[in-house]
């Protein structure tokens, strides 16, 4: 997960204003949320990383909450439905393991121009370069969300 989140030197201004400011400030949390996910799911088409399934475009989520004098948007995954995300976002290796196959009599795969069958495979383990979906969308978002954020609160500010 990446987060967004007013706190800090924001936070006791937060605590200030009105009910309906806060409300508009949550408004802007949650566009800034949605451009976040935008740019995540761009970088899942194509622009980082090739659509295969869509199990990892999937299963990004954009959460806004508001606690205390804080404003958070999340976006990401549950590791535990997609763990493969991780090593895409931060890279790494995988060590030598055995693939068999689960719902087939089979594994099927070509080798040159050759189709091969087997019950299994020994995969010799694989080193995974960096691939940041959610950080590199982070770092495309971050310029504009602080003057978007400085705009509303002063708004919210001015009442």
Do not use: C, W
């Not at 937060?14 to 996910?37: H, S």
């Not at 995988?94 to 009599?105: C, K, N, P, Q, S």
């Amino acid at each position: 997960m990446i987060k967004l989140t007013l706190n800090d030197r924001v936070g006791p201004r937060l605590a200030g204003v009105d009910a309906r400011a806060r409300e508009r400030l949550g408004t802007v949390m949650a566009a800034l949320g949605d451009a976040l996910m935008g740019r995540v799911q761009d970088n899942l088409g194509g622009a980082v990383l090739a659509r295969r399934s869509g199990r990892l475009a999937a299963a990004q989520e954009s959460r806004t909450t508001a606690a205390g004098d804080a404003i958070s948007v999340s976006v990401g995954f549950d590791a535990s439905d997609v763990p493969y995300g991780a090593i895409h976002e931060y890279g790494g290796t995988t060590r030598a393991h055995l693939i068999a196959a689960r719902d087939a009599f089979a594994l099927a795969f070509t080798v040159g121009d050759r189709l091969v069958f087997a019950k299994y495979v020994n995969h010799p383990g694989s080193h995974m370069p960096e691939r940041s979906f959610l950080r590199s969308a982070l770092a495309s978002v971050a310029p504009d969300a602080g003057g978007t954020v400085t705009e509303a609160m002063m708004a919210a500010i001015a009442g």
